[in-house]
């Protein structure tokens, strides 16, 4: 067939091609996520190849090859239906920690974009009011899968103003490289991973900010936002949480609306973080927590989804997450879920 489900990739154990792949959860939805498809690929070894390639509006699939030094952050911005994945290894690297030059990718006002496959490395966490490795802004009907997301300064990978329909599924979130106190910004131990919803006064983000973590890895090194949220409908299902560093994992503020569903927390604290304003907090009884401290109950009935997903049991959780998340295909292959 020209487009496989997660559902046909999941009972069929199926091994397809890049183009083939579709997007599960809430990137599923609102007519679903398909990126650049069968387009033509352009493949980039350097700096100025990516950022010709992402520029570029007519280029519709993006082949990463070996490590890219990011020079500057990258705007990307404005387009539809594209896909940027990375070969095996593939890596993207920044090491400026400063204020106006740390980051890598900037994602604004995008549609129907897939990132497959990609290393996101950072210089460390510094707390200088700075950029995240990446940043949806304003985005709709994107698919993050198999990438691994390290050492950003503000953050790893944030979701902000009104972006909806976000698929986060087999990725990798942590921090290899000690913090560095000091920052402007206050805060001397910022690995922070994952922000969803940016303000508590941005009340545009009400009924956006839908977002599927799936079968992602909160690993050694994160302290805290796994993630914290803001508004929107948030599933987090069959996640594996063991940062023994941690301060707090899934944090619940103003309006957050969050479904935690098969997960396995181990060796963490603070599982559940219930801030001020939120609308609930389902956490199933197929959750487990294995030498945790603080809070693991919710609050209120979270929302039910409108898709459905593939789920592991519960005992697998572990050892498929720490075996499959993170940059971990080779070839142009899908076999998410």
């Given at each position: ?17 890049l183009a ?11 007519g679903?996520?398909?990126?650049g ?10 700096y ?15 082949k ?14 404005d ?10 290894g ?102 922070f ?17 839908n ?10 090194g ?17 996640s ?17 609306n ?17 801030m ?8 199933t ?14 609050s209120?009935t ?21 075996a499959n ?13």
């Amino acid at each position: 067939p020209n487009s496989l489900t997660m559902d046909d990739i999941c009972e069929t154990n199926a091994v397809v091609p890049l183009a083939d792949c579709a997007a599960p959860g809430w990137a599923s939805q609102n007519g679903g996520t398909t990126g650049g498809g069968t387009a033509a690929e352009t493949t980039v070894t350097t700096y100025a190849q990516l950022k010709a390639a992402i520029e570029n509006t007519a280029v519709k699939v993006i082949k990463v090859t070996g490590t890219i030094t990011i020079t500057a952050r990258i705007s990307f911005q404005d387009q539809t239906g594209k896909t940027i994945y990375g070969t095996s290894g593939a890596k993207l690297v920044s090491t400026d920690q400063t204020k106006d030059g740390s980051g890598i990718l900037n994602i604004k006002r995008c549609n129907n974009i897939v990132i497959r496959n990609l290393i996101f490395e950072g210089p460390g966490a510094y707390d200088t009011d700075g950029w995240d490795n990446a940043i949806l802004d304003d985005c709709r009907n994107v698919w993050i899968d198999h990438c691994e997301f390290r050492d950003g300064v503000d953050g790893n990978f944030d979701i902000k103003n009104k972006s909806d329909y976000i698929t986060v599924s087999y990725t990798k979130f942590h921090y290899l490289k000690p913090p560095k106190a000091g920052g402007s910004g206050g805060t001397d131990d910022h690995r922070f991973s994952n922000l969803i919803g940016s303000s508590d006064t941005s009340t545009t983000d009400a009924g956006k900010l839908n977002v599927t973590f799936v079968r992602c890895w909160w690993a050694p090194g994160c302290r805290e936002r796994m993630p914290r949220v803001r508004f929107g409908k948030i599933h987090i299902v069959n996640s594996y949480f063991n940062s023994s560093v941690s301060n707090k994992c899934i944090a619940a503020g103003v309006q957050a609306n969050i479904r935690v569903d098969g997960n396995v927390f181990e060796n963490v604290k603070e599982p559940i973080n219930l801030m001020s304003g939120y609308t609930a907090v389902t956490v199933t009884s197929n959750n487990t927590f294995t030498n945790v401290t603080g809070n693991t109950a919710g609050s209120g009935t979270a929302f039910t989804p409108p898709y459905s997903i593939p789920t592991l049991s519960l005992s697998s959780v572990k050892s498929d997450v720490t075996a499959n998340a993170g940059a971990t295909l080779t070839g142009n292959i899908c076999n998410s879920l």
